[in-house]
T-cell receptor, first 112, second 115 residues
């Protein structure tokens, strides 16, 4: 009964380092998305995918890459971390059609 | 472009009092609307959703919301608030196909419940 699993839960990076935030879902959902949450800003969409091999940019894609090689996994890559990327990152998945998104527990990232 | 406005950043109510959280959306077609709740340090949990049909939607934990097209609103209500309802609440609108792949969120309303 795992749902959407994000790893790691916490991470501290130095400016310029790269890393990958992992997201996996076991519900066979077609849709997967990444959001970042900053105080007073709500959640903003970074990238999303409507199926394996298909990705697209959201509202705030700069500095992030994604790929979707399998239905289950949707990793988010930070190429060269910047302090402005300090945030809480949420992965979500959902089925096609009229349905809600299911969220992971989040990854709290600090870039120093 | 779609947008969601939650006019109240922070609301404080007493336990047992009624609650209404406001949400206004901007969208050209029939919107697909959601309310999520986030407890501190946690992910988001769906409270309720509206896709079509009855404009009064019932959700979990005793919450309900009413879709009013004429006012572009989807306000969340609860008749009697419990201390465990203290959390942050987010209104969101979905894509034209009704999918959840690219939600647009409001900035959230933080609810404090006084004993």
């Amino acid at each position: 009964n795992a749902g959407v699993t994000q790893t790691p839960k916490f991470q501290v990076l130095k400016t310029g380092q790269s890393m990958t935030l992992q997201c996996a879902q076991d519900m066979n959902h077609e849709y997967m998305s990444w959001y970042r949450q900053d105080p007073g800003m709500g959640l903003r969409l970074i990238h999303y995918s409507v199926g394996a091999g298909i990705t697209d940019q959201g509202e705030v894609p700069n500095g992030y890459n994604v790929s979707r090689s399998t239905t289950e996994d949707f990793p988010l890559r930070l190429l060269s971390a910047a302090p402005s990327q300090t945030s809480v990152y949420f992965c979500a998945s959902g089925p096609q059609g009229n349905a809600e998104a299911f969220f992971g527990q989040g990854t709290r990232l600090t870039v120093v | 472009a779609q947008s969601v406005t939650q006019p109240d950043i922070h609301i404080t109510v007493s336990e047992g009092a009624s609650l209404e959280l406001r949400c206004n959306y901007s969208y050209g077609a029939t919107p697909y609307l959601f309310w999520y709740v986030q407890s501190p340090g946690q992910g988001l949990q769906l409270l309720l959703k509206y896709f079509s049909g009855d404009t009064l939607v019932q959700g979990i934990k005793g919450f309900e919301a009413e879709f009013k097209r004429s006012q572009s609103s989807f306000n969340l209500r609860k008749p009697s608030v419990h201390w465990s309802d203290a959390a942050e609440y987010f209104c969101a609108v979905g894509s034209t196909q009704g999918g959840s792949e690219k939600l647009v969120f409001g900035k959230g309303t933080k609810l404090t419940v006084n004993p």
